[in-house]
């Protein structure tokens, strides 16, 4: 199906900005719905924020809206997560996602992961 890999993570300053990347191959993501989640040590795999690749639509949870922008490349077919003002409760692994569904939110929804990049905010 389709392969996912992340890129991007490391380690910066609370306040500080980092963009993550998540290329695809193996299919072309037209018709797809694209998610980023994040999972911390201890905690469950937390929505963070997709978009619909047909037309761009984009959706955020409400912890990270006016902070972080999803964005695409057609042409390299991957999906970026610009990541502004950053906390230290952002700190998690950050992993993208694909389906075929409208579902944009909803973790089961996705039947394609990628392997994750850690993100880590420091005070």
């Known amino acids: 199906q389709v392969q996912l890999v992340e890129s991007g993570g490391g380690l910066v300053q609370a306040g500080g900005s980092l963009r993550l990347s998540c290329a695809a191959s193996g299919r072309t993501l037209s018709g797809y719905t694209m998610g980023w989640f994040r999972q911390a040590p201890g905690k469950e795999r937390e929505f963070v924020g997709g978009i619909r690749w047909s037309g761009g639509s984009t959706y955020y949870a409400d912890s990270v809206k006016g902070r972080f922008t999803i964005s695409r490349d057609n042409a390299k077919n991957t999906v970026y997560l610009q990541m502004n003002s950053l906390k230290p409760e952002d700190t998690a692994l950050y992993y993208c996602?694909?389906?075929?569904?409208?579902?944009?939110?909803?973790?089961?929804?996705?039947?394609?992961w990628g392997p994750g990049t850690q993100v880590t905010v420091s005070s």
């Open positions: 996602a694909a389906n075929k569904l409208w579902v944009v939110a909803s973790a089961t929804a996705y039947d394609g």
